[in-house]
């Protein structure tokens, strides 16, 4: 009885650590993102992110991606991408079309660790709207408004910030409901 009870405290527990793990992170894409993994690690787990590794995956970012960072990486969901015209996404994985997915794709990261509450600071600090400059070369307009940071790209196309600050062993992604395009 005595082993019972301590096996079923143990279990409790475990259970319990586990759980505080992943409350450190949000649930995205109905999986634990955990601070001790990187960006590609995680991401891989994403139910909403599954276009989005299988584009990184064409392009041969996730070494890079890998790699020691740090990295922010504005995230989009499967969604996001199924909102671009019919056949680009399928258009874009093609190898022929790798340098421009390439592109796409690089618009969305930022060689800094860039948590929420400091892209907001730096939107305060700069009168309201904060270049970002991906590694990609894209120049993205950051805003803020009633908390929530948007992101609107070369074309003009708006992004919100759907989950911030998810936390990666090397870098943040926030999750984002649009795809950021670059000037072609």
């Not at 199924?82 to 390439?102: C, F, I, R, S």
């Not at 660790?113 to 907001?120: G, N």
């Not at 929530?148 to 936390?167: C, F, Q, R, W």
């Amino acid at each position: 009885m005595i082993k019972s009870v301590l096996r079923g405290f143990a279990l409790a527990t475990a259970l319990s650590a586990v759980a505080f793990a992943a409350a450190k992170n949000p649930i995205v894409g109905g999986a634990a993102m955990f601070d001790s993994k990187n960006i590609i690690e995680n991401a891989v787990n994403s139910k909403d992110h599954t276009t989005l590794v299988a584009a990184v995956k064409a392009a041969g970012l996730v070494g890079t991606l890998e790699g020691k960072g740090p990295f922010t990486v504005f995230a989009p969901t499967n969604e996001a991408f199924a909102a671009l015209p019919k056949g680009t996404v399928d258009t874009l994985l093609k190898p022929e079309n790798k340098a421009t997915l390439t592109k796409v794709l690089t618009c969305h990261v930022v060689a800094a660790d860039a948590m929420a509450k400091t892209v907001a600071k730096m939107i305060k600090d700069d009168g309201g709207e904060h270049d970002i400059k991906t590694v990609g070369g894209c120049v993205l307009k950051a805003r803020e408004s009633m908390g929530k940071i948007t992101l609107t790209d070369e074309n003009g196309g708006v992004s919100h910030v759907t989950i911030a600050d998810v936390k990666q062993s090397n870098g943040v992604i926030h999750v984002v409901d649009k795809v950021l395009l670059p000037k072609m």
